[in-house]
């Protein structure tokens, strides 16, 4: 610890680093960023930074509004599109009350509390995540979404600039530490997808929340914009987080058996958690009212629980293994959605998956669908409201206020008069 | 403890003593720049280094002495205090001395550099580098370069690249450097080398990516496949 705050606090000095950014996100997922000079870094890493939370979405409490938000240190990293000699530096935080203890609104120590269970069962959790978003013109609601690739001012084909974008920011993420498999132009229209090298969850929900950022930062310099809404156009496919999971013990990947596809008798387990428990995290794994726009029939997106190996409409996927690579067998989970909060999501996930060993749940059938999964945010948030499951991998305080919150969002939207029912109704009502 | 003794040529007055007290080393004061008169100064441990103000002796006697230090023990760092004109008369002399302060003396600028060189010269506290296959990396600062490219690295990064580096062409497995480097709580188990060692490679560069090498079925070692067929 105390090497790892030298380490810190002498590259900022060797580096010239002017800024350092103590990252921290709310219950929603949403980027939470103090700037600190370095004067006040020692300080920050010492003892931490104190503020308060009562603005924060998801951190009020009714009576003590201060938490302390406390460095972690082995993610300190410097931002490379900030300039040598002006530089700037981020750090990832644990938000804590102020006498240490863990705060029951930060959703980065609640991945933690259930990482923390699976350890002690001796599992650890492996995540890869494919992160789809579009490059609009710019992110004017008034005027609406407007795809890179689809105007053509230029005899550069716009295409190019997307592409380009999409090129720069996966060295930028390389140069980062962060591993991209592969990137890629999705189905529709200024659509791109970049798809991270597995870590553990932990690393991969800082990872998340720095590729947005990455995503974001070099499309503004660029003069467009990035959005990862989860379905901004309509009638084309929205943006999804398929995440492959894998759990490993004694450093054996523990999903590697003799059951179907090669799947261990844990795999199936694991599987059978998570298509059962599917409903009830989808509030969490798809947070928005929009969220459930993408998840419609027709467009590849699941509407329903169920696992397969090929149907790429299935809630659980089993990839296949390329020859000699048994190692990278693994299970997909293809509802979450790029807007999710990385750290609850794969929270819920692993919870719901473990709830499978721990019950000895049985595999459906493949292909089988056991459950619709919500049709709406309202829909979601009633299955959350009756969740054990959720209860104890959120905790009540996040359960509640996530309750509270998006009660409220859907009540904001359903008190919309939409274009379609104009449209529709208008000229026949 | 023992106090480091700095032979201090041929007094040590105002600026130069100063200098000394904010070094925090001890001078053994030698009125002139005879070895008979410096040798039954010196401590049984031998001087930790020399400053010869060059303006108050005669030239040649001052250079006789570098001269004479420097084949007693040629890791000692010598400072030589000159005047400006006597600047000229340094060129092809630079093996006899390692530093140098032209008068007027600063007492901040005296004792910065004979700290910086006693630093450099002793074992301890020294800035250590390792320098490899176009990797250099500065222990005492925490930087690490690659064909003179900054590398950004978090504290894993920097710690893991340490060990490989100072161990060259030697394979640990996952479950050492666990142990070695990270040695307390981890989330990623033996698979997290794997993930950390991805990160290094993208930061070394392709043309160096290879200075981590996987060893099949056992772990990683560093350094080049020329050196060790040169072995």
């Known amino acids: 610890m105390k090497s790892q705050a030298e380490y810190v ?8 680093v002017r800024f350092v950014q103590l990252w921290f996100t709310d219950v929603l997922g949403r980027h939470k960023a103090f700037h600190v000079t370095p004067a006040e870094l020692e300080d920050a890493l010492d003892q931490g930074m104190t503020f308060d939370g009562s603005s924060i979405d998801g951190f009020s409490r009714t009576q003590e509004s201060d938490v302390l938000a406390r460095p972690d240190l082995s993610t300190f990293q410097l931002l490379p599109w900030y300039q040598e000699g002006a530089g700037v530096a981020r750090v990832f935080c644990d938000i804590t009350n102020i006498d240490g203890s863990p705060f029951e609104g930060c959703p980065r120590q609640q991945l933690r509390h259930v990482l923390d269970g699976a350890r002690a069962e001796g599992y650890t959790f492996f995540v890869a995540p494919e992160i789809e978003y579009f490059y609009f013109e710019d992110l004017d609601p008034s005027r609406g979404p407007q795809p890179v690739d689809r105007g053509s001012y230029f005899d550069l084909g716009p295409d190019d600039i997307a592409s380009q974008l999409r090129r720069r920011t996966v060295l930028m993420l390389e140069e980062m530490g962060i591993g991209v498999e592969h990137a890629q132009h999705e189905d529709a229209p200024g659509q791109h997808e970049i798809d991270l090298r597995y870590t553990d969850a932990i690393t991969m929900a800082d990872t998340v929340m720095t590729v947005r950022h990455v995503v974001k930062e070099l499309a503004r310099q660029a003069g467009v914009a990035a959005s990862f809404m989860p379905k901004p156009l309509a009638n084309v496919p929205g943006s999804g987080m398929h995440t492959h999971l894998s759990l490993w013990r004694d450093e054996r990947n523990a999903f590697i058996g003799d059951g179907p596809y090669g799947l261990s008798d844990l795999a199936t387990k694991f599987i059978a958690g998570l298509v059962f428990h599917a409903p009830e995290i989808t509030a969490v794994t798809n947070q928005w009212v929009n969220s459930y726009k993408r998840l419609v029939p027709g467009d590849e997106a699941p509407v329903a629980a169920g696992w397969a190996r090929y149907d790429a409409a299935a809630l659980v996927r089993v990839p296949s293994v390329k020859p000699g690579r048994i190692d990278s067998t693994r299970i997909e989970y293809r509802s979450p959605d790029t807007a999710a909060n990385p750290y609850l999501a794969f929270a819920v996930i692993l919870a ?13 059938k493949e292909g089988e669908r056991t459950a619709p999964l919500p049709e709406s945010l309202a829909q979601a948030v009633d299955l959350m409201a009756h969740s054990k499951l959720l209860l104890e991998t959120m905790g009540e305080h996040q359960v509640e206020w996530f309750l509270r919150n998006k009660r409220a969002e859907w009540d904001a939207y359903r008190a919309q008069v939409t274009p379609f029912e104009l449209e529709r109704y208008l000229p026949i009502l | 403890v023992t106090i480091d003794v700095v032979l201090c040529v041929p ?11 904010v070094t925090g080393v001890t001078p053994a004061v030698a009125s002139t720049g005879r070895l008979n008169e410096v040798a039954a100064l010196e401590p049984a441990d031998g001087f930790a280094g020399a400053v010869i103000n060059a303006s108050a002796l005669p030239f040649s006697e001052a250079m006789n002495l570098c ?7 040629a890791a000692k760092p010598i ?9 000229d008369d340094l060129t092809f002399r630079e093996d006899l001395f390692d530093d140098f302060v032209v008068g007027p003396f600063d007492v901040s600028e005296l004792a910065t550099r004979l700290r910086h060189r006693l630093r450099r010269a002793g074992n301890e506290n020294v800035a250590q580098r390792v320098e ?8 005492e600062t925490y930087q690490a370069s690659i064909a003179g490219r900054v590398m950004d690295l978090t504290y894993m990064e920097y710690e893991l690249l340490r060990f490989l580096a100072t161990n060259p062409n030697r394979v640990f497995t996952r479950e050492t450097l666990l142990s070695r480097v990270w040695g307390y709580e981890y989330y990623g188990g033996a698979r997290t080398v794997d993930v950390h060692v991805r990160r290094l490679r993208a930061k070394l560069g392709e043309e160096y990516a290879n200075l981590i090498q996987t060893v099949r079925s056992v772990g990683y070692k560093f350094g080049t ?7």
């Open chain 2, 225 to 231: 496949n020329a050196e060790r067929a040169s072995d």
């Open chain 2, 11 to 21: 007094s040590c007055e105002g600026p130069i003593r100063k200098a000394f007290e």
């Open chain 2, 132 to 139: 490899h296959g176009g990797l250099s990396m500065n222990l």
């Open chain 2, 79 to 87: 400072i030589l205090l000159v005047d400006h004109y006597q600047l």
């Open chain 1, 9 to 16: 606090l002498r590259t900022v000095e060797e580096r010239g």
């Open chain 2, 67 to 73: 001269r004479q230090l420097r084949s007693r023990g």
């Open chain 1, 352 to 364: 719901a998956g473990l709830r499978g060993v721990a019950g000895d749940y049985e595999l459906p």
